[in-house]
């Protein structure tokens, strides 16, 4: 599906992660068919028991386990929007996104909310009625690209909803309803909410 003038990319999912107090995490992703993510399919939710402690200069290590468990299975998955920078400086020494665009093989596009000192490649994107920009950098597409992406995303705030939806998510993790049957997606979303704590995008359980 074409969307706003954008290529169609398959799955798209823009996720986030919480750590716990117990030592795990939470990973949440929002599922869309375009890259706006004017079209959500499902969201889904993993928590890992356990993940790496936190060492300077390797957060990747605790953030891609995660990562790994909430988009288990996506065999169509062909962009990721994460929370934090694709790469550090105009070097392109590794952050998050681009460690997660060689792990899974798709375009990452990273969105940071505040300014990485040495990140002066990043570009500024503003949106919605916010004088405060976004820092958007780029693994396996060009930047700029992921610029006019991250400002056409749905949604009237400075952060677009999906991934406003997926830190929410990430932090508290899905709605927990007892009194109805889950929801069911239709063919075919079905399988992509096949994974742990998932609850289809919008439905009504």
Known sequence: ???GGHPDRGVCAAVDVHYL????????AVLAADAAFAHGMAER?????????????????????PLRAV??????????????????DPAGRPGLGARAHAEFGIP?????????RTATH????????SARPLFVTAAGMPAIDAADLIRDMAGRYRLPDALRRADTLARTGP???HDR???RLTYPYARYAACADIRPQGADV
């Open 181 to 183: 049957p889950p929801a």
């Open 108 to 116: 990452v596009i990273g969105v940071a909310k505040s300014r990485f």
């Open 21 to 28: 107090s117990t030592g795990g995490a939470r990973a949440a």
């Open 71 to 88: 988009l288990a299975d996506l065999d169509e998955l062909g962009l990721l929007v994460v929370d934090g920078y694709a790469d550090l």
């Open 45 to 65: 939710t993993a928590l890992v028991p356990r993940v790496a402690p936190y060492r300077p200069g390797e957060f990747y290590l605790r953030e891609l386990p």
């Open 1 to 3: 599906m074409e969307t």
């Open 122 to 129: 990043a570009v500024a994107v503003v949106r919605g009625s």
């Open 175 to 177: 709605p927990q309803h």
